[in-house]
C-alpha cells in the first residue's frame, strides 16, 4: 500500500507540473518538482528505521544535495542555447550524475 501511494503521490506532481506548464506562470513549474514530496518520504522512513540522528546526517546532507542540482540548472541554461534540448538535457543530467558523484565521495570520506 505504501508503494502505491508514493507512486500516487509522483503522478500527482507530474499532473500538475504539466497544468502549471500550460498557464501564464508557466515557470512556477520549476518550482514544483522542489516541493519536498519525494524528501518527506525519505524522512520519515529514515527517521522510522535509523532514529533522529541519522535523520539529521540526512537533512545535512540534503543540504548539500542542493549543489549538483544548481549545477544540472547553470548548464541547462548554458546547454540550450547552443545544444537542440534532448542533447542539453541529457548534458545537463550527466552533469548532475557527476556532481552527485563527487559529492557522494566527498561525503563518504569525511564521513568514513
Same mark, same amino acid.
Given at each position: 500500500?505504501?508503494?502505491?501511494?508514493?507512486?500516487?503521490?509522483?503522478?500527482?506532481?507530474?499532473?500538475?507540473?504539466?497544468?502549471?506548464?500550460?498557464?501564464?506562470?508557466?515557470? &512556477?513549474?520549476? =518550482?514544483?518538482?522542489?516541493?519536498?514530496? !519525494? %524528501? =518527506?518520504?525519505?524522512?520519515?522512513?529514515?527517521? +522510522?528505521?535509523?532514529?533522529?540522528?541519522? =535523520?539529521?546526517?540526512? &537533512? &545535512?546532507?540534503?543540504?548539500? %544535495?542542493?549543489?549538483?542540482? !544548481?549545477?544540472? =540548472?547553470? +548548464?541547462?541554461?548554458?546547454?540550450? +542555447?547552443?545544444?537542440?534540448?534532448?542533447?542539453?538535457?541529457?548534458?545537463?543530467?550527466? *552533469?548532475? *550524475?557527476?556532481?552527485?558523484?563527487?559529492? &557522494?565521495?566527498?561525503? +563518504?570520506?569525511?564521513?568514513?
Amino acid at each position: 500500500m505504501g508503494l502505491l501511494i508514493k507512486a500516487v503521490l509522483g503522478a500527482l506532481v507530474v499532473v500538475l507540473i504539466g497544468m502549471l506548464s500550460k498557464t501564464r506562470n508557466y515557470y &512556477i513549474a520549476g =518550482l514544483l518538482p522542489l516541493f519536498p514530496t !519525494f %524528501a =518527506l518520504i525519505a524522512h520519515y522512513i529514515v527517521a +522510522s528505521d535509523r532514529g533522529i540522528e541519522a =535523520l539529521r546526517t540526512t &537533512i &545535512i546532507f540534503g543540504m548539500w %544535495a542542493i549543489i549538483p542540482y !544548481f549545477i544540472y =540548472l547553470l +548548464s541547462l541554461w548554458y546547454f540550450v +542555447s547552443m545544444m537542440r534540448l534532448p542533447y542539453a538535457l541529457g548534458s545537463a543530467v550527466a *552533469c548532475w *550524475c557527476l556532481a552527485a558523484w563527487l559529492l &557522494i565521495t566527498l561525503w +563518504s570520506k569525511w564521513h568514513a
